[in-house]
Nanobody
């Protein structure tokens, strides 16, 4: 069974940066589309970014475009989410997931319906 583990969350002031990591043991993440999602208290899980399988095409939610960057390091079998200029509304639990597709349509956030295996999440809190 594919298992994912997120790391890199924490408490940061507005305007700060964090880099989240998604790692898997035993499964080559390059074979999968990888998505990052987040969930704030009392809200639904929403797509943040995704990257296609076997390539580097990416998509972002409008709310994070220009601030977040998703990338792969195939040598380390990890996928990263670099988050810059963080805002209080970025607060939530961030999850990575593997799936069948990263939809590359501007303005269309990644959807959880395309993702089948999920990590346990890492907390990101943006507060002064």
């Amino acid at each position: 069974q594919l298992q994912l583990a997120e790391s890199g969350g924490g408490l940061v002031q507005p305007g700060g940066s964090l880099r989240l990591s998604c790692a898997s043991s035993g499964f080559n993440l390059d074979y999968y589309a990888i998505g990052w999602f987040r969930q704030a208290p009392g809200k639904e899980r929403e797509g943040v970014s995704c990257i296609v399988s076997g390539g580097d095409s990416t998509n972002y939610a409008d709310s994070v475009k220009g601030r977040f960057t998703i990338s792969r390091d195939n040598a380390k079998n990890e996928v990263f989410l670099q988050m810059n200029n963080l805002k209080p509304e970025d607060t939530g639990v961030y999850f990575c997931a593997v799936g069948e597709r990263c939809v590359l349509r501007p303005g269309v956030k990644p959807s959880p319906i395309h993702y089948t295996s999920w990590g346990q999440g890492t907390q990101v809190t943006v507060s002064s």
